[in-house]
């Protein structure tokens, strides 16, 4: 009978150690005193952010180079202006496809001056005569012009021209210089007529803006 009481007060005695041995390893947990640093709390691994990719620089691109320029070259080849001619005369084509035209200056046809004279005699008497300088322009644009004539002695009348306003006249020894009070228009002509006394109706200098007339 007293072996089963035995067992039961062992068992007593075994739980009331265990019980001391947990109360005082409860009370050697104290609280972290005031002011102590607290460790940091970590970061949670989806909070931390990837380094991201460094932006790639991208290099400008070189300007497009036109055929036959070198780095050095001030500018467009002769080939890429446009409004120029090819050696046929017919007109090139420019940048944008369409063909393009450049006007030269206006200018009398080569080998031929821009103004011309003609020298005749329109009607002769008894010591003298009435002569005439027909001038001619040949040029694109309208012009003055000056007629320069000399004659073997002689005297001079008059001067007139036909139709247009009239110049200024400049008597010189044997002949006279007369500049004209009106421009020719392109391709059109003026007459300067004159009357002289006591001379040949040859004359010995017949010029028109410096250019020899024709006709004697």
């Excluded at 467009?76 to 200056?105: C, M, N, Y």
């Excluded at 009070?181 to 009357?195: A, E, K, T």
């Amino acid at each position: 009978m007293s072996s089963p009481w035995i067992v039961v007060g062992a068992g007593v005695v075994v739980m009331v150690v265990l019980l001391f041995v947990a109360l005082g390893a409860y009370r050697g947990r104290s609280p972290a005193p005031d002011g102590a640093p607290v460790p940091p709390a970590l970061p949670l691994p989806s909070a931390i952010a990837a380094p991201s990719a460094p932006t790639p620089v991208s290099a400008s691109s070189p300007a497009p180079v036109l055929p036959g320029l070198s780095g050095r070259a001030s500018g467009l080849p002769p080939s890429a202006v446009a409004g120029s001619r090819s050696p046929s005369g017919s007109p090139s084509v420019g940048p944008t496809g369409a063909p393009t035209v450049t006007r030269s200056p206006s200018r009398a046809p080569q080998g031929r001056p821009a103004l011309s004279g003609r020298y005749r005699v329109v009607q002769s008497f008894d010591g003298g005569f009435i002569g005439e300088v027909s001038i001619v322009n040949g040029s694109a644009e309208s012009r003055g012009w000056t007629v320069v004539l000399e004659f073997s002695g002689g005297r001079l009348v008059t001067t007139w021209v036909e139709g247009v306003p009239q110049g200024t006249v400049r008597q010189s020894g044997s002949g006279f210089t007369y500049v004209s009070g009106v421009d020719v228009r392109p391709g059109g002509s003026v007459s300067l007529r004159f009357h002289l006394e006591q001379t040949s109706s040859t004359p010995r200098v017949c010029t028109v803006d410096g250019v020899r007339c024709s006709g004697f």
